[in-house]
């Protein structure tokens, strides 16, 4: 069977059915262990204080901020290529989700920079990358609502995503691209000296593991929600015409 075929908006709406409460619920598990483990069972560290902990919301959260518009990017690609409406759906679907993660990272961001930097906003160029990022974000989802053919809506969005998709990764690498910039480097690296230690790495990735699935749960039940949107829009169409 072609892997299409899963995206058939039917056989999307069976497989999903019976996977969406697993993954709400491991979403949940990760969620509770990994902030329950790293806010209350953790050290402060030796420079921050216990400030640090906000890095159990603040990496997941920009890190599924960016990842969020990549989906939505290859979603939308794949509409561009394929005419396939569930991508279309799927993409728009996760706006939303993503906006919010986006929201998340900016707070957090503001409120563990204010003790580190002396201010909540520096006009670093990660930080103000990821603040153009929330406003594509804004953008996006605006556009969506405001065009009333879904075909047209998707073509446009799709357009808008791939000029977005740069400020995603200026979000993801600006550290690398510029030196001088105030936000320190990752927190997760395949090079151990640029690493969390220990002691901080493993709930966080118990934490980025718990948004992960928070995101593919919502995403999937959004995507449900768009389909039987679009087949509601159908029938009163057809409805009318009779």
């Not at 697993?22 to 216990?50: I, K």
């Amino acid at each position: 069977m072609s892997l299409w075929e899963y995206a058939n908006p039917k056989r999307f709406m069976g497989w999903t059915r019976p996977l969406l409460p697993w993954t709400f619920a491991l979403a949940v598990l990760c969620l509770v262990v990994g902030l329950v483990w790293g806010f209350f069972f953790t050290p402060d560290d030796f420079r921050q204080g216990s400030t640090v902990k906000i890095i159990y919301l603040h990496v997941p959260s920009a890190l599924m901020a960016i990842n969020a518009w990549i989906m939505m990017l290859v979603a939308s690609v794949i509409w561009v290529v394929r005419r396939h409406h569930v991508s279309a759906l799927a993409a728009r679907a996760a706006a939303p989700v993503g906006v919010v993660f986006t929201l998340i990272a900016l707070i957090t961001g503001g409120i563990w920079g204010q003790p580190m930097w002396g201010t909540y906003w520096a006009w670093d160029p990660r930080l103000t990358s990821f603040l153009i990022l929330f406003l594509f974000y804004l953008g996006y989802i605006a556009l969506w609502e405001a065009i009333e053919d879904p075909d047209t809506a998707a073509d446009l969005t799709a357009v808008l995503c791939m000029v977005g998709s740069v400020f995603a990764i200026l979000s993801r690498y600006a550290v690398l691209f510029w030196n001088q910039g105030l936000h320190q480097g990752a927190s997760l690296s395949l090079d151990k000296e640029e690493n969390v230690a220990d002691v901080f790495w493993f709930p966080l990735l118990v934490c980025i593991a718990g948004f992960v699935l928070l995101f593919i749960a919502l995403v999937l039940m959004r995507t449900r929600t768009e389909i039987r949107a679009r087949r509601i829009r159908a029938l009163e169409a057809r409805a009318r015409r009779a």
